[in-house]
Each structure stands twice: as C-alpha cells, then as structure tokens.
C-alpha cells in the first residue's frame, strides 16, 4: 500500500515539474485537467518501460515488441478492458508482453494455424468490436460501425503480413497479440471480471 501510494506521489511532483502552475494561476480547474493528463502520461509511460526494461533482461525485447505491436494495431480501433487499478494494469502487462511471448516464441506456427486463428480473429473483431468500458464508453452508432469497419480492415492486413512474413516464431508472436486483443473485446472477459458490458447503452 505504502509503495504505491510513494509512486503516485512522485508521478504527482514530476507532473508539477514539468507543468507551470503560474501559467494557470487564475484557472486552477485547467491546471487539474492538465496536472491529471500529464500524470496519466508519466504512469504510462512508466508502465511500459518497466515492460520493455524486463524484457530485455530475460532476452525476449523483440519477441515483446512484435506482440505489443500486434496488440495495439487491433486495439486502436477494437478498444476493449482496461485494468481500473494501475497495479493491476503492470502486472497484467507484465504477464501478457513479457512472459507470454517467453512462453511462446519458441511455438512454431504454419500458415494453416495462421488462417485458423486469423479466421477467429475476424469473426470476434465482426461480432464483438468496438468494445468499450465504463470510463470510455463509445456512444453513436455510425461511430461504433465505422470502427468496427476499421477493427476487421486492421485485422486482415494484419493476417496478410503475418501470412507473408518468413519467420515461424514472429508468426506466433503476432496471432499471440492479436488473440490478446480478441480477448479483451470478448463479453466474456467482461463477465468473469464482473465489468459492465456495452456501456454505451447507458446514454443512448
């Protein structure tokens, strides 16, 4: 407990470092929103170092990367789970670009596989996409339709590349982000975490 609350306390004075609070000396509520941003940014930031700096000490750097990047291609438009606690956050990261791509990369995947999951992929980034969560959630149909349109076209390059791609091993290390990122979009998940599904429908 003591531990965290020390590095939020100190996410909280870099922020102040890097902000002026003169600038905002007469719109102290401007000066919170922007405080909060940076300090997102800084724990964010923070986050992913630690995954990268843990990753290149056990020798998996690049298996990560390839897995992170799979991830976040699917996920910038599919959306899907956030961890609410940033422990909870690093330690799931930690877990998924870390270990799993240790645990894998040495899996090697055919092009039959490749289709089989990418064929899954599809189907859950058609059926479930976007995804959203209580903090995020996405309201307007059209809007939803049109990332959905975006999730399946990000999906399919994303198969071709990992179809054309030599490497038996990055092969895996993509369908194993990809897979992460289906998911995290699942109403499943959302069910066995006790998270509140399609949180749009709440505004509209």
């Known amino acids: 407990m003591s531990s965290t609350a020390e590095r939020i306390t100190f996410t909280e004075k870099l922020a102040d470092r890097l902000i002026s609070r003169e600038r905002y000396a007469e719109d102290e509520e401007t000066y ?43 996920r910038r438009y599919s959306f899907g789970l956030h961890a609410i606690k940033s422990l909870n956050c690093t330690i799931t990261s930690l877990l998924m670009f870390v270990l799993g791509p240790f645990l894998f990369q040495s899996i090697p995947s055919t092009n039959w596989v490749v289709v089989i999951v990418f064929a899954l992929v599809l189907f859950n980034m058609f059926r479930y996409a976007p ?62 975490l006790n998270r509140r599904y399609r949180n749009y429908e709440s505004y509209e």
């Not at 919170?32 to 923070?46: A, M, R, S």
């Not at 198969?159 to 038996?168: E, G, K, N, Q, R």
């Open 32 to 74: 919170l929103k922007v405080k909060y941003g940076v300090e997102v940014i800084l724990i964010n930031v923070i986050k992913i170092s630690l995954v990268y700096i843990l990753a290149l000490l056990i020798g998996v750097f690049w298996q990560t990367l390839i897995t992170h990047l799979a991830f976040v291609v699917l």
């Open 131 to 192: 995804s959203d969560t209580e903090s995020l959630p996405l309201i307007g149909l059209e809007e939803r339709n049109i990332l959905k349109k975006k999730a399946m076209v990000c999906t399919i390059v994303l198969f071709l590349i990992t179809l054309l791609v030599p490497s038996a091993e990055m092969k895996t290390l993509i369908m194993l982000g990809s897979v992460y990122q289906v998911i995290s979009i699942h109403p499943l998940m959302y069910k066995l």
